[in-house]
């Protein structure tokens, strides 16, 4: 992806099956600020001013077995909240996609088993959406730094033997009913 400043304007939808005959390609910028699932993921800091970009280049066209597909690069850069000590962390997500595109649930089901599959409704692909989509499977399961605390000290459990009667008792919900006599 160059980095130039005249990177085309990404389009908000597209009839995909009309780019793949015309073998369009698009490279362009978006805010982070325009996907709502993922901005709800981002570390919120009052002091980062400076708007994060999603790198974007699409290529609509036909794999090697002729199917429609769009194949490209999708990269963003965030501060996410790391899972362990709660704190920021920057995390890079960058994802290789290619994703055959598909008219019906029938055609999808068909070539689910072979191919990471795009099914398209009404002709029409919301971009953003497709964006937002890759970038959120390409994420880790968990965020985490390198090496960092977690938030609150795990509590460790004390050998059975160090663990005395009386603790024991006092911990047994019914103790205080041993010293009730029935007549």
């Given at each position: 992806m160059s980095d130039n400043s005249q990177i085309q304007r990404l389009p908000v939808e597209v009839d995909p099956f009309k780019l793949v005959e015309q073998g369009r390609q698009f490279e362009g910028r978006m805010p982070l600020s325009d996907?709502?699932?993922?901005?709800?993921?981002?570390?919120?800091?009052?002091?980062?001013?400076?708007?994060?970009?999603?790198?974007?280049?699409l290529e609509f066209a036909r794999n090697e077995t002729g199917l429609p597909v769009i194949k490209g690069q999708i990269t963003a850069e965030m501060q996410m909240i790391c899972n362990r000590?709660?704190?920021?962390?920057?995390?890079?997500?960058?994802?290789?996609?290619?994703?055959?595109?598909?008219?019906?649930?029938?055609?999808?089901?068909?070539?689910?088993?072979?191919?990471?599959?795009?099914?398209?409704?009404?002709?029409?692909?919301?971009?953003?959406?497709?964006?937002?989509?890759?970038?959120?499977?390409?994420?880790?399961?968990?965020?985490?730094?390198?090496?960092?605390?977690?938030?609150?000290?795990?509590?460790?459990?004390?050998?059975?033997d160090e663990y005395n009667d009386e603790q024991k008792e006092k911990d047994n919900p019914f103790a205080a009913l041993k010293d009730i006599k029935l007549n």
């Open positions: 996907f709502p699932r993922l901005k709800d993921l981002l570390y919120k800091s009052e002091s980062e001013t400076n708007e994060k970009l999603v790198k974007v280049d000590c709660l704190d920021a962390t920057a995390l890079t997500v960058e994802t290789q996609t290619e994703v055959v595109l598909v008219g019906s649930d029938a055609q999808a089901e068909r070539l689910q088993d072979s191919f990471d599959i795009w099914l398209v409704e009404d002709q029409t692909l919301v971009l953003k959406d497709f964006i937002e989509d890759e970038l959120l499977l390409a994420m880790p399961l968990v965020i985490a730094h390198d090496e960092c605390e977690p938030a609150r000290r795990l509590i460790e459990a004390l050998p059975e």
